[in-house]
Each structure stands twice: as C-alpha cells, then as structure tokens.
C-alpha cells in the first residue's frame, strides 16, 4: 500500500528544510537518533511506520540473538526518541540537550563535597556528621558511607559532584547518545574509567559522562585516545554501566549480519580486512540497531557538504541522531549497500534493496534507497517491524459514530471504500484493519499491493513489481478475472488503476484502495481530474475516510492547562469559550518530548444521494464538504479537536498534522 508518489523528499532527505533546534551555547553537538514514518523515498512506499508487515522474502534473514535489554537501557531509549536533535560534531552551536542540569557555577569551588551535600538538601546535616564521624575509622569517604546506609541516591551523589566540581550533571535516561562520538573509546576502556563520551561539544572536544570527575588520569586519557577535548559531566555510575552495556548490545544486534553476510560477499570480506573500516560497521551497525530499537520508521543518511547527517524518523517527526564525519560517510553509505546487496559501485544512480534481519526475536525488514545528490550519496531505509500484529477497527482511534458509517460501508458487497492522505498518515493501517474484520473463509479477497507490508492469512495478496513490470492496473485487471469478493489495491496513482477500481467497484466487487488527497471530499475531485466520468465516480463511491496520525500525549506528564478563546480563533475554529486540555510537558518516559504514540484523526463521509448529484455536476471539494459536514460528518479538524479535549493530543499537534485552517 503505497500511498506516495515516488518523488522522493529531498528535503527531508537531505535536510534542507531547516537545522534542527539549536540551543544553549553551552553545549554542542549532542546527537540522538530520530525515528519517523514519512514518505519520502524514490522506493516502494508505504503507509507510515505503523508497523505493518511485510514478507521477508528473498531478503537475507539473519538470525541476531540479543539479550533483553536492561529496563532502563530500553527506559533511555524511549525516552530518548522525539528530543529536537541539534547538529553534531563540527563547529555546531550547542544544542538543546536533554537530561542535561548545569552547576549554580561553573569550576571548581573549594568546598567539601558534605558541604554540598547539605547545601542541596540531599541530606541532614546529622547525617553527614554522623557519616565523617564513621568515615574517620572506617577508612571510606563520608560520602560512600551516606550511600551505603541508603541516606542519599547515587544520582544525589552524582549530583552533589557535579555541583562541587562546577560540571554539568546528566540523566543518560534522557540525555541523547551519540554513537559517533561513543565509539572513540571501546567499551574495555569505558569500563575501566567509567566514562563515555556522549556528544561533541564542539569540533575538538567531547562531552564525557564520567561517575568520578575527579579521575585526572581518566580524563588524560580519553584525551589522547581521542585526539579531542575533554569535557566532564557527571552521571550515576550505575547509568554508565547500563549505558556501557547498551553500546555492546547494539553492536552486537547487527555484527552477527556482518559475519554471515561475508561468507557470501567478497567486499564484505574485504572490508571486514580492514582495520579502517571497522569503526565504520560499528558505526552503521550500532545506528541500524538503535532506530529499530527505538522504533524509528526511517533512517536517513543525509549528506550535506562537508558531513553526513544521520537522521531518524519517530512518530512521524525527524530527529537528528548523529553526524558521520566526511572520512567515515563514504565507508557508511557502502556498508550499508552492502548489507542490501546493492552495487556499491553504482553512485550516480538510484538504487534499492532490502535487508532482513531478527532483532531480539522481531523481524525486522529494512529497505533501503541511494539518492545520489549534488553533496554525494544519500541513504533511506524505511523499517518495517514485521512482528506488530494488525490492528483491530476498535483500535484505530476513530469515533464510535465514524466508525460504524465506515464498517457499515466495508460490509456492502460492492462499491469503492477509500482511505487518503499524505503518506506516512496511516492509511495502510486503516486498510488492512477493514480486511481482518471482512477476512472470512466465504469471501475471496484479493490485494495488490507496493509492496506488501502485511501477510495476511486467507487472503491472495499480489506484489507489485516494476522488474516484471507488474503494475497496479495489470495486477488490478488479472485479479477481476480470479472472481473475488473483496479487492484491495494499495493505492490510485494513475487514471487506469483508478478507471478499472472503480468499474470494478460497479460491477459486484468491493474495492477498498487510498488515495493522495488532504480531505475526504477531495477524493471525488481528485478521481474526476484523474479522467475518471463524474457519473462513475458518483455511482462507484460508497464512502471516504481522510486521515493523519498526531502524536499522542505521555500520559505520565501531561499537564492540564486551559486554552484561550483567541487561541482557538487563530486557529480556525469558531470558538465562544476557552477550552480545557492538556499540554505536553516531557518526562524519562517520553524523553522529555511529551508525546508517545500516536492517535488517529479521522474524516469519514459517506456517499448521500445529495453528494452524488454534486459530483455529477463537478461542484468544488469545498461545497461538497459543507454539506457534508450538514450531514453529519466531522472534520478532521474537529476530531482533532475532539481528541484534544480528550487529552490524547495537544492543539500544537493537531496544528502539525492538518494545519489551521
Ligand atoms: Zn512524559
């Protein structure tokens, strides 16, 4: 179910549509990844990221055993997801970090750390009296000692540090990794000093999280290790260990490929003989395994002059995750054609394959496309994870009233049922909801499909292939011949599979298909310009659902707030009161986006007499919609409102998705 032309989004691509939220100028260069499900890609494309499936295939399957993530380490890892993603290393201004609290000064100020500790309220001052009474005998530090009783947490410890030595304090639950700049030092390393880097402050110098900041000797090191700066910032040991063994995990889900791959594949091999190239397998493997952790629904590789962006698509919104520095891009963009088994000497055309791996008991399909642009070769892989079951209609989101006009039109036995809008807004979902509650074994339900992201058992599902030259109106016409009930085309994007959907329609079948268009009524006009007869389109048409996907609201810090009349106004809607809601707030759980999930937004119309009569006389989408609306159908708009009155979005969100007007 394609719903995306195969214009690829170069600017998503290649991040010409704005730098990311760059911040304080007391940090740089943090990196995280950043996950979403759009469109863009020259390759198939489907529905957003909703986790449909899609068949492995002739992909290589690669089994990779992975342990189960520490809680926490899978905790970061949400959270991390949806942090507007500054620049990385370079010369980028500091970024909106965060898990990030500065000290009340910066340096070091000669104080006893107890002293500290009191001044910040983590402890009593008795209790420190008592803990440098004990710590005079027992030969520990009264600070160990305040630990072990249980009087102060190690983050308060690690707080209290940062604050004596005048660092910045970091909650790697929250705090974005980059795994560029983590892969400067390995993990035997990391774990003898208990430090990570974890972003570039800048060209020359590292931002480490350490547990001691007053390991000199440490700091030296990684100094030279690195070839960078070093600046220190405290964090819990107890979070380094995780996030030390987070780092193996990753490159662990993806090295197995490697190795397997090699066998087959002399340039594997090749590469895998060169010391120089093995920090960029750890590199690709590690951001391949963090998006598919993270559930990102694509990855970028972005080029832009003198570096390589790596971006991440998560509930539909692009983050920036790290940048490859020039010497490395080159090598990571062929690692990853590599493990697509693309022709890695093919730089100035498209290309596009799959990679098919099991992570932690997931499978995982990626496809991947080269864009070669004017700053050199660019990567997307769209992930599909294969183990997220179909949804039921009861989970879609939409109200009880749309759904039932939506059911009640997927029951008749004949008639066209589309679902639009943009790419990445969910359509595919929708659709492959309808077709398991219509799945029964007296119905002969046939699909074809760009590419199939969902196996579906009883169904004959038909995979489009432009190698074959299998197109969606030659697939469309030889399932009419195979006397189906139900068929279902991924998408209308040209007027012959439209012209033969809707005869199809008219003729005793039921077709259910998307569509490119912003709103319901839209989809009449559209079909009409498309060279479809008005008269066809009228009769064909039984109902039409517009859709977005928004992201919902953490519910673990969603803040109640009330939103002013005027603001409704601005925003379009005829507002005579203000409005209660929720607004986004951001915690661990949400990574401190304020957001996890995402919800529908629905637009159902269903095809009345009076609407016909309108299409028949080629009227405007908008005056179809208005009496549309007169009959009962709610506007995306307004479900949107609705779900923000719920407190399962946010106005901002539905400002994003559908726009104010
Ligand atoms: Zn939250």
């Known amino acids: 179910m394609s719903d995306q032309p195969a214009s690829p989004d170069l600017h998503a691509i290649f991040g010409i549509d704005g730098s990311p939220a ?20 020259g390759y198939e494309t489907f529905d957003s990221g909703e986790g449909l499936q899609v068949p492995l295939e002739e992909a290589p399957a690669v089994e990779v055993q992975v342990e189960a993530p520490a809680e926490e380490a899978w905790d970061a890892a ?119 880097p974890v972003a570039f402050a800048d060209k020359r110098t590292l931002l480490v999280a350490m547990a001691d900041p007053s390991n000199v000797l440490a700091v030296d090191d990684i100094a030279i290790m690195t070839g960078h700066e070093v600046r220190v910032a405290v964090a819990p040991p107890d979070d380094i260990t995780a996030l030390i063994s987070r780092l193996d995990r990753l490159e662990d889900v993806v090295g197995h490929t490697d190795e397997q791959q090699a066998e087959e594949d002399d340039e594997v091999v090749a590469l895998h003989e060169s010391d120089e190239d093995a920090p960029v397998i ?65 730089k100035r055309l498209p290309q596009d394959g799959r990679i098919g791996l099991v992570v932690d008991g997931r499978h995982v399909d990626l496809r991947v496309v080269t864009l070669p642009s004017v700053h050199g070769e660019g990567i997307v892989m769209r992930v599909l994870d294969k183990s997220n079951v179909v949804v039921d209609m009861e989970k879609l989101g939409m109200a009880d009233h749309e759904r039932e006009r939506f059911e009640s039109s997927c029951k008749e036995t004949h008639g066209a049922v589309l679902v639009t809008g943009p790419t990445g807004s969910g359509k595919s979902t ?74 199809s329609a008219l003729t ?69 009161t203000e409005l209660e809601a929720y607004e986004p707030v951001g915690c661990r759980r949400c990574g401190g986006s304020g957001y996890r999930g995402r919800v529908g937004l629905y637009e159902v119309m269903k095809i009345t007499p009076e609407i016909q009569t309108m299409a028949l006389e080629r009227r405007p989408a908008e005056v179809m919609r208005d009496l549309a609306v007169s009959q009962g159908m709610v506007r995306l708009r307004d479900d949107g409102l609705n779900k923000v009155r719920m407190g399962r979005t946010s106005m901002a969100e539905i400002a994003r998705v559908i726009g104010t007007n």
């Open 282 to 346: 750890k590199l690709v493997n590690q951001i391949v395994a963090q998006a598919v952790e993270r559930g990102a629904s694509d990855i970028h590789f972005a080029p832009d002059g003198s570096q390589t962006r790596v971006r991440f698509r998560i509930d539909g919104v692009l983050q920036d995750i790290t940048t490859v520095p020039r010497r490395m891009a080159a090598g990571a963009v062929s690692r990853v054609k590599i493990m697509a088994e693309l022709d890695i000497a093919e």
């Open 508 to 576: 005793g079948h039921l077709v259910l298909s998307t569509l490119h268009t912003n709103d319901a009524p839209s989809a009449i006009t559209r079909l009409i310009e498309m060279g479809v007869e008005p008269f066809l389109v009228a009769s064909a048409l039984e109902c039409v659902v517009a859709q977005r996907l928004a992201r919902m609201l953490c519910p673990s810090c969603k803040r109640r707030m009330i939103i002013p009349k005027k603001v409704l106004q601005e925003s379009g809607y005829k507002a005579v």
């Open 22 to 41: 760059v911040g304080d100028p007391l940090i740089t260069g943090a990196s995280e990844l950043s996950l979403e499900a759009r469109p863009e890609s």
């Open 78 to 196: 949400e959270a991390a997801s949806e942090q507007p993603a500054p620049p990385s290393p370079g010369n980028a201004p500091e970024p909106g970090w965060s898990g990030i609290t500065r000290p009340s000064r910066r340096g070091s100020s000669p104080r006893f750390l107890t002293d500290v500790i009191i001044a910040m309220q983590l402890a009593t001052a008795r209790q420190v009296e008592d803990a440098i009474e004990t710590s005079r005998t027992s030969g520990q530090p009264p600070e160990r000692i305040l630990l072990d009783q249980g009087a102060i947490t190690q983050d308060g410890l690690a707080r209290a540090l940062a604050e004596r030595y005048g660092l910045d304090h970091l909650d790697l639950g929250v705090f974005q990794v980059d795994m560029s700049a983590a892969n400067l030092v390995s993990t035997t390393i990391a774990k003898r000093y208990q430090a990570v």
């Open 430 to 503: 929708t659709l492959y909801a309808a077709l398991q509650m219509l799945n029964t074994p007296e119905k002969n339900i046939i699909t074809v499909e760009d590419p199939v992201e969902y196996e579906m058992a009883g169904l004959t599902q038909v995979q489009v292939s432009n190698k074959t030259g299998l197109t969606f109106a030659t697939g469309l016409r030889a399932m009419v011949r195979a006397d189906p009930d139900i068929i279902m085309v991924g998408e209308i994007r040209d007027k012959e599979t439209a012209q033969i959907a809707i005869e």
